[in-house]
């Protein structure tokens, strides 16, 4: 006798594809990205009149995907890839090789911390599984 039940599918694990710790996870992330970035809000508001203010801004919609994230915490996994993917390269091309060199600015190392602090969290969350079945595996979506 055939079995009416679909058979399982290779992108889930058990009931749900990520655990819900990871999903907790995620969010407290989240939290932390809007306490931590709160003091950019300050700076977006009240600035100097001729201040270029592109990494103020940047970080300012970095605040407010922070929000989306405590929601929505599978759907905002690229933005802590993008969060990973800057953050890593800044430490590689411009905070580790100021620190080694000993010529950095007087922020360099409130700048590592900073800077280079987020990324190890991210590994640590981030449902690398999920990130593996979801943007390595999956076809891509159609060109025409």
Excluded: C, N
Aim: proline share 7%; no cysteine; net charge positive.
């Amino acid at each position: 006798m055939e079995s009416t039940a679909a058979a399982p599918s290779i992108w889930k694990r058990g009931d749900q594809e990520v655990s819900l710790a990871r999903l907790y996870a995620m969010r407290a992330v989240g939290l932390l990205g809007i306490y931590g970035l709160l003091p950019t809000i300050g700076r977006l508001v009240e600035h100097a009149p001729t201040e270029r203010g592109m990494l103020t801004a940047m970080v300012s919609g970095l605040w407010v995907m922070a929000f989306l994230i405590v929601r929505y915490p599978l759907k905002l996994v690229p933005l802590f890839l993008f969060e990973l993917a800057w953050k890593l390269l800044w430490l590689i091309f411009f905070g580790l090789p100021q620190w080694r060199s000993g010529v950095g600015s007087p922020s360099l190392a409130e700048d590592l911390w900073s800077i280079g602090a987020f990324p190890i969290v991210v590994v640590l969350v981030m449902p690398w599984g999920y990130v593996w079945r979801h943007y390595v595996l999956a076809p891509s979506e159609r060109w025409r």
